[in-house]
């Protein structure tokens, strides 16, 4: 089964998103890919420092939705499309999963924010499966798939063959462009892409986007810990990579023993 990785450079505008996506979708597809995965909150674009997203609102939200349902339908792929959500609560940070039919199937909120996210988005509280094509997936988004490996173990005990993890971490203004997957001397993010695949026995399929002084890759991870593949630093374009979910056994997340802790969490207030 093969799956996609997209990593478009940061879209300026709802409108170029919309453009970036249809393209990176339409090459996905013409590879044969089931599915494409896009990085977080790509609609309108992360607030990273550097950067300047369009101002959201909840029409302009709904009204891209429907875009990317349509594409989706036009190109007979999956899509999982992070946004953001608007509700009488608050703004939700989210990936919504597309079915290859344009059907919204749901989403899976963030959430454990960052903490310099407390003032932009709301946390969710719940935690989602999916399935397209027989391939069983959840997704964690961003810090939580990083510093939470809970978010993870949750998908892989439930069945996941693979977590999808979009996030943003780079810059175009100041930082360093890494030449080697993995390096000790890279910040610590890929090695956490290998380590939730392995401590899981499922597939991790993380998702950046292009900068020019990116703090990771775009990379397909195997349950073994093994890298598959990744997008090369800081070029955009889209990553079309073979699994095998019979792979994904999850045998390692199914042999956790949360008993063992539960009065540890209790204690945690």
Known sequence: MKIALASPPFPGSIHQALLNLEQLTEQAAGQGAVIICFPETYI?????????????????????????????????IAIIIPMDKYTPEGIYNVAYVISAQGEVLGYQTKNQLDPSEDNIWIPGTERELFEVNGLKFGITICHEGFRYPESVRWAARNGAHVVFHPHFGGSDITGTTPTEWGSMSSPYYEKAMMMRALENTIYFA????????????????????????????????????????????????????????????????
């Open 206 to 269: 993380s998702v950046n986007n292009a900068t020019r002084y990116p703090d990771s890759a775009s990379s397909v991870i195997a349950p073994d810990g093994t890298c598959l593949a990744y997008q090369p630093y800081g070029v955009p374009g889209v990553m079309v990579v073979d699994i095998d979910p019979a792979l994904a056994t999850g045998n390692l997340a199914k042999r956790f023993k949360p008993a063992l802790y539960a009065d540890e969490y209790s204690k945690i207030k």
């Open 44 to 76: 309108p674009g992360y607030p990273m420092p550097g950067f300047k997203p369009e101002q959201g609102s909840s029409e302009k939200m709904d009204a891209a939705l429907k875009r990317v349902c349509k594409i989706a339908s036009q190109h007979n």
